[in-house]
């Protein structure tokens, strides 16, 4: 941690006349309540000037984008951007957002390797028989174009994971401008993201970082052609009806051991869905179904999960989350007031284990359910936080199943994969050791977000 002395860092948005320092700013503060930084918020003109500057400018072309954003995650990850070493950014954003150190070190090596691919990785989404320009001699007897739906893409960013500003790469690589909107508790990654970029060769007008109030950051959503925002079920709802606003709510990723799966041979797999990233991620696995008795399989996670020390974040052998003292107190009281009838086999007493200096790690816990359809199992923590049940084949078997981004399933029933594949709101299956965390460049999160960025039309040229 930084020194009490040290006076906090001036952290300006990043606007498309350059940095930006405002005289309204947010104090950024570690998990020790310890100011980090000041972050200017900008005024709703100066974000308005700054999204309609964006349209009006033109993108980069393909291969210049591609170099521009290969580059950019090299910088990000291993360079010194703005004179900020990549320790020191991992310090800092450890101390404010209390993931731990070598997590956010890993999440960041993962977004620069992102950014070196998207280019390659966004005609995953390509519809196989579209051209990429209205140029392409295809179009001369008439063909589909892939096109983008706007020019600008507003991000809503959130602060439980470095990860998450990979996926408005994706944008960059198809020729968007974007705003992003960063999260208050941890704005260091976009910010070094965007300065990144910049470094290399990005011009102002392609990418600008504004950080806002809330008031107006819903009336950016508006200004914008397209937006994404991350949030709990309230944003989800809020932007259901919306065809220009992708929302990206809870993840409720789960495991499912059918009959006869050797647990302990699978123990390191259920452990690590569930806990690896310190828990964070909407893709930590938050309920595990077992076809049979779930009591062995909750104690057996139980066992393996509170050995996770309890240490501040910058400490490399820190593996939990960590969070203000009171904060952590109020997701402990919020949790028990969701618990209800579920058999706590570990955090019986309390999630929080108090660090002394004002910040508290919040500990595993792991609840026993006695039936599938239990309302316990739809809820989602942000740390290592998991609901056991049983699951039979029988009625309507998948209803607990339903509405999961990342599903880890151990069984060899053809049948059964087949209907989880095929069931629509199940985003991601993974069959075997595969943690529910495990993904690569090229593959599809919420669908791909090129499916919402871009659009097909007929041209025909000639």
Not at 50 to 63: G, K, M, Q, S, V
Not at 105 to 119: D, W
Not at 193 to 207: E, F, I, K, P, S
Not at 340 to 366: C, I, K, Q, Y
Request: hydrophobic residues 45%; contains cysteine; charged residues 20%.
């Amino acid at each position: 941690m930084r020194s009490p002395s040290t006076a906090p860092a001036q952290l300006h948005a990043l606007g498309i006349g350059g940095p930006y320092q405002s005289r309204n700013r947010e104090i950024v503060r570690a998990v020790t309540s310890e100011p980090v930084a000041e972050l200017s918020l900008v005024p709703w003109l100066f974000a308005q000037r700054n999204i309609r500057a964006l349209r009006r400018a033109t993108p980069p072309d393909p291969a210049r984008r591609n170099k521009l954003l290969t580059r950019a995650g090299w910088l990000f990850a291993s360079g010194s951007v703005d004179g900020v070493s990549p320790d020191a950014y991992h310090r800092t954003v450890a101390e404010v957002s209390g993931i731990p150190i070598s997590v956010v070190r890993h999440l960041a090596q993962e977004v620069g390797a992102y950014a070196a691919t998207a280019c390659e990785s966004v005609r995953q989404a390509r519809p196989l028989g579209a051209a990429d320009s209205w140029r392409d001699e295809r179009t001369k007897l008439g063909a589909g174009v892939w096109t983008r739906r706007g020019e600008v893409l507003m991000v809503h960013a959130p602060a439980n994971s470095p990860a998450v500003h990979t996926a408005w790469l994706d944008a960059l690589a198809l020729g968007y401008r974007v705003a992003i909107r960063p999260s208050g508790r941890e704005p260091f990654t976009a910010h070094r993201l965007v300065a990144a970029l910049r470094q290399v060769g990005y011009d102002n007008d392609q990418v600008v970082l504004l950080p806002t109030d809330h008031p107006t950051a819903d009336r950016l959503v508006a200004e914008a052609d397209v937006a994404i925002a991350f949030g709990a079920d309230e944003v989800a709802r809020k932007y259901a009806a919306s065809t220009l606003v992708m929302p990206f709510g809870p993840g409720r990723s789960k495991i499912l051991l059918t009959s006869g799966v050797d647990v302990v041979r699978h123990l390191d797999t259920i452990t690590e869905s569930i806990a690896s990233h310190a828990g964070t991620g909407c893709v930590n696995a938050t309920a595990v179904f077992v076809e049979g008795d779930p009591a062995p399989v909750a104690q057996a996670i139980a066992t393996r999960l509170g050995g996770l020390p309890s240490l501040p974040p910058g400490d490399e052998r820190a593996r939990l989350p960590v969070r203000q003292a009171a904060v952590a107190r109020t997701v402990d009281a919020y949790l028990w007031a969701k618990a209800g009838n579920a058999r706590p086999l570990l955090g019986a007493d309390t999630v929080v284990h108090e660090l002394g200096d004002g910040s508290a790690v919040l500990r595993p816990a792991v609840f026993l359910l006695d039936r599938q359809d239990a309302p316990q199992a739809r809820i989602e923590m942000g740390f290592p936080c998991v609901w056991v049940l049983p699951w039979r084949r029988e009625g309507d078997w998948m209803a607990p199943l339903r509405d999961t981004l990342s599903l880890t399933v151990f069984t060899d029933d053809g049948e059964l994969i087949e209907s989880l594949v095929t069931e629509p709101t199940i985003n991601k299956i993974h069959v075997g050791d595969h943690p529910t965390t495990w993904t690569r460049p090229g593959l599809p999160h919420e669908g791909y977000l090129g499916e919402f960025l871009m659009q097909t039309k007929a041209v025909v040229v000639g």
